[in-house]
């Protein structure tokens, strides 16, 4: 597996976010120096848009997280990559889970 995906799946494992969040992280969206990121947005189809519940919230990350982002160099491997593949049948507001 290549080093960006395994970074994106650590990712995933340690912060629970959902699929069209991870897809739709950026750069911006994190700030490592506080330790945590903001959800500002959601991979829907093939769109951005706000996330389940229609508000940002923040998300601690853990040291082993912000080691591992401070390891890859910006932008991540995964953004914008995967485009399309959530496959909610509802917008994310209304999906469950």
């Not at 506080?34 to 508000?55: F, N």
Request: proline content about 8%; aromatic content about 6%; hydrophobic content about 40%.
């Amino acid at each position: 597996m290549p080093t960006e995906w395994k970074t994106f799946a650590f990712v995933a494992l340690k912060t629970g976010l959902r699929v069209g969040e991870l897809l739709a992280l950026k750069w911006e969206d994190l700030d490592l120096a506080a330790g945590r990121l903001m959800v500002r947005r959601t991979l829907w189809h093939t769109q951005e848009v706000m996330p389940k519940g229609g508000k940002v919230r923040e998300v601690p990350l853990g040291n082993e997280v912000i080691m591992a982002l401070k390891a890859r160099s910006p932008p991540p491997a995964w953004s914008r990559r995967g485009a399309g593949r959530c496959r909610n049948k509802k917008p994310p507001a209304e999906a469950g889970g």
